[in-house]
């Protein structure tokens, strides 16, 4: 699309733009750094876009880095779905690195601020240094541990390394000024002491760094030129150059752009997390989840969800995307490379009186996409239809079955409703039919017009699967507006099985790695929890683009 041709430069692109015409670098290295305390979301999806996007536009790489200073929420398992999301979604790390990599090394930097004097362990405890932070308005006090001994401190902190002290007992705090405007320049800490196993250096620590005591550093260690983060980490800036100055190290510029936040739903970690732990959900890769893992199994394409991140941008604003921009991305790419099937969900049984025997028509599977080819299917003169495609009484302007209406029948006929046949209750269990034998698709020499085109499948050869339609996980838009605890808004009716539907045969071949567009159904992709003789498919997203109406009439 030329859209993206036309885009101005966002913000970030500007600077380095500027950072390349002066000379300041030849090239620029950025970083993605997710703490491997969860699965990734949507909201990661835009960070991982913007880092990895910069490096593909400009020279230079993008490192992959697991910010894993805190042991007690971290595992292995976290860390091999981010790295399975990330290459999913398409992008190519440089370095794959850990905060934990670097322990030795920011050890080694806070024993350097301790000999400079710039920072002293503080034996107050989490409550008292709380108090001594003071208040956006009233300065702080002193520790009165500020002013132990350099000698003093260096012994205290290897022996906080030794593990002679419980946790909490004592932390490692840098010595700035305790009437900084900035409450993160009060004497923020830099290390704590917890005795937790850590998933990749075990129990060689324990004592920890804090993020503020990490994240610059690393990004030194690994000469990032333009660390990105989001909007709240920008009272952190002055303390994350504050320590690149004491410690003479590689200087790295933070930068900050607002998180992503997408309507009817929640894009962090924690709330995810207690989602899955209550069973509110199946899993982190539910198909409703807005994690990478759950779009995947949703059937979103990495190209949709680069296309959706690439739209919105990147602002210096808090906002809310509609969701509807989402699904508009996904269903622009499905239309395009999704193959069509046929399958029938509220079936009702349709003969055709005047049509004997059995044959297989040739159909395309895709008519945006010829090289996608064609298949056989099967039509015999007993099938399944809508049937909420027939209407015994229809309204003006209906141009489905209806008692002497014509249709067409996709890639076949066109047949005549003669008779309805009906239970006692009035229901109807039969409708019959006769056709145009000269009618069929492809080599219609009938001359006959019909407005209306119904999906089928005939029923000896029909396939009987099962189909899961999802809703908007929260029924509001804001679930985290504060006013209530986000469960309350979860949608009850966000998930609806339908346990056999009929599909044509030709989907018993369906593998996870293909899209189908079931016609005049929707999108759906292939599930995980298929078994040969029971197959799931999920919808990805309905046909209609209900974005584009609703933001037409804006
Ligand atoms: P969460 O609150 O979900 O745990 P987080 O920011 O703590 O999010 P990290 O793993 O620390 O998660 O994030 C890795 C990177 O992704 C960070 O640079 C962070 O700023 C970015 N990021 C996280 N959530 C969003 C979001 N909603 N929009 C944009 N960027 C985000
Ligand atoms: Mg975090």
């Not at 840098?174 to 917890?194: E, F, G, S, T, W």
């Not at 193959?339 to 049509?355: A, G, H, Q």
């Not at 006769?434 to 999906?455: A, C, F, I, Q, R």
């Amino acid at each position: 699309m030329a859209m993206s041709e036309e885009k101005s430069l966002n913000f970030i692109e500007e600077i380095i733009e500027n950072d390349l015409q002066s000379g300041k670098y030849d090239s620029i290295v950025t970083r993605f750094p997710p703490e491997p305390n969860g699965y990734l979301h949507l909201g990661h999806a835009s960070s991982i876009c913007l880092n990895f996007g910069l490096t593909q536009k400009y020279p230079g790489y993008t490192n992959l880095r697991f910010d894993d200073t805190n042991p007690a929420t971290e595992e292995t398992a976290y860390v091999e779905s981010i790295k399975e999301d990330v290459s999913w979604l398409g992008f190519t790390w440089k370095n794959e690195r850990y905060a934990s990599d670097y322990f030795d090394q920011l050890y080694a930097f806070a024993v350097q601020l301790i000999q400079k004097g710039l920072a002293y362990v503080d034996d107050s405890t989490p409550e008292e240094i709380a108090l001594q932070k003071g208040t956006p308005t009233t300065p702080g006090t002193d520790s009165p541990y500020r002013n132990r001994s350099i000698e003093e401190n260096l012994d205290l902190f290897t022996r906080m390394r030794n593990g002679e002290f419980p946790d909490g007992a004592r932390t490692l705090r840098a010595r700035i000024d305790m009437q900084h405007v900035n409450m993160l320049m009060r004497d923020p800490i830099l290390y704590r002491i917890k005795h937790a196993h850590h998933h990749r250096t075990g129990d060689t620590w324990c004592i920890y760094p804090m993020y503020d005591f990490a994240h610059g550093q690393s990004d030194a260690i690994e000469q990032i030129t333009h660390s990105i983060c989001t909007m709240e980490f920008v009272p952190h800036r002055e303390l994350y150059d504050w320590l690149i100055k004491q410690l003479e190290i590689y200087a790295s510029r933070q930068y900050e752009f607002a998180r992503r936040n997408i309507n009817y739903t929640v894009t962090s970690k924690r709330k995810l997390l207690q989602l899955v732990t209550e069973k509110k959900v199946t899993g982190w890769d539910d198909p409703r989840m807005p994690t990478i893992s759950g779009l995947r199994r949703r059937g979103y394409t990495p190209h949709s969800i680069r296309e959706f991140c690439d739209r919105i941008g990147i602002a210096k604003r808090d906002n809310m995307v509609d969701v509807g921009l989402l699904e508009f991305c996904v269903r622009e790419h499905l239309n395009q490379m999704a193959l069509r099937r046929m399958v029938v969900f509220d079936p009702v049984k349709l003969v055709i009186t005047d049509y004997q025997g059995e044959e297989w028509l040739n159909t395309e599977n895709n008519p945006e996409d010829p090289a996608a080819g064609s298949r056989q299917i099967p039509f015999s003169n007993t099938l399944y239809i809508e049937r909420d495609d027939f209407m015994e009484q229809p309204p003006k302007k209906y141009f489905r079955l209806a008692p002497g209406q014509m249709v067409r029948l996709k890639s076949a006929y066109i047949i005549r409703c003669d008779e309805v046949i009906k239970d006692e209750q009035g229901v109807v269990q039969e409708i019959r039919c006769s056709h145009l034998p000269n009618s069929k698709s492809g080599s219609d020499t009938s001359g006959v017009t019909v407005k209306g085109t119904l999906h089928w499948v005939s029923v000896k050869q029909a396939l009987s699967v099962e189909v899961r339609l999802y809703d908007r996980l929260f029924s509001v838009e804001d679930p985290t507006d504060e006013s209530a605890d986000f469960m309350q808004y979860l949608n009850p009716q966000s998930l609806t099985v339908l346990p056999a539907v009929y599909a044509e045969p030709a989907l018993s071949e369906a593998t996870e790695s293909e899209r189908f567009q079931f016609i005049r159904k929707g999108y759906f992709v292939l599930d995980r929890d298929s078994s040969p003789g029971r197959l799931v498919f999920n919808r990805t997203v309905g046909l209609k683009d209900t974005w584009a109406s609703a933001t037409s009439k804006k």
